[in-house]
Nanobody, 124 residues
């Protein structure tokens, strides 16, 4: 059983930056594609970004538009999401997730394990 723990929760002003981290335990981290999703109040959980097992392939949601960067360090069992030029509409709970199947899956149904989420709030 893989456990995922996110960190990096924060309140920032529009235009600011945050880096989220997600550390895995209980499994072989390099066996999983790692994704980030987000969920705003009253909305569906949406795909944000994903990185494949060896960090050579990434895929992003259109709304990130070059503002977000996903990366991973397999030696540290950690995936990161660097978020720059944040907007109020980026306010949400951000979740990391691990997928056994697929190279860079975008659908939440593909993911096997989820973290508990971390709150990101962007003020205008």
């Amino acid at each position: 059983q893989v456990q995922l723990v996110e960190s990096g929760e924060g309140l920032v002003q529009a235009g600011g930056s945050l880096r989220l981290s997600c550390t895995a335990s209980g499994g072989t981290f390099s066996n999983y594609a790692m994704g980030w999703f987000r969920q705003a109040p009253g909305k569906e959980r949406d795909f944000v970004a994903v990185i494949n097992r060896n960090a050579r392939i990434t895929n992003y949601a259109e709304f990130t538009k070059g503002r977000f960067t996903i990366s991973r360090d397999n030696a540290k069992n950690t995936v990161y999401l660097q978020m720059n030029s944040l907007k109020p509409e980026d306010t949400a709970v951000y979740y990391c997730a691990a997928s056994v199947g697929g190279v860079t899956p975008r659908f939440k149904e593909t993911y096997n394990y989820w973290g508990q989420g971390t709150q990101v709030t962007v003020s205008s």
